[in-house]
Nanobody, 124 residues
Framework: QVHLVESGGGLVQAGGSLRLSCAAS????????MGWFRQAPGKEREFVAS????????YYADSVKGRFTISRDNAKNTVYLEMTSLKPEDTAVYYC?????????????????WGQGTQVTVSS
């Protein structure tokens, strides 16, 4: 049984920073791509960032490129999302995602497992 637990969300002022973490359990994730999506109220879930199994490649949505950084620690089965220069439009529930293969992903349909989500609220 795969289990993903996000943490690190919260309320922050515009221009601030947050670091999200996602701890995975239930299998070995070092061979799988991991990433983050987000969903704002009334909007569809959208891709934020993903990282290949060995951290060799990372991918970002244009809206977060240059501000967010994804990383992973395979020894801890954990993926991180460092978010800086946060904007009110970054407000959303952020979901950890794992794909059942090693290559990175950008589409919701490519995700094999989801976390429960963590709320990020950026005030203006």
């Amino acid at each position: 049984q795969v289990h993903l637990v996000e943490s690190g969300g919260g309320l922050v002022q515009a221009g601030g920073s947050l670091r999200l973490s996602c701890a995975a359990s239930g299998r070995t994730f070092s061979s799988l791509a991991m990433g983050w999506f987000r969903q704002a109220p009334g909007k569809e879930r959208e891709f934020v960032a993903s990282i290949t199994r060995n951290s060799g490649s990372t991918y970002y949505a244009d809206s977060v490129k240059g501000r967010f950084t994804i990383s992973r620690d395979n020894a801890k089965n954990t993926v991180y999302l460092e978010m800086t220069s946060l904007k009110p439009e970054d407000t959303a529930v952020y979901y950890c995602a794992v794909r059942n293969t090693y290559s990175a992903f950008t589409f919701v349909t490519e995700v094999g497992w989801w976390g429960q989500g963590t709320q990020v609220t950026v005030s203006s």
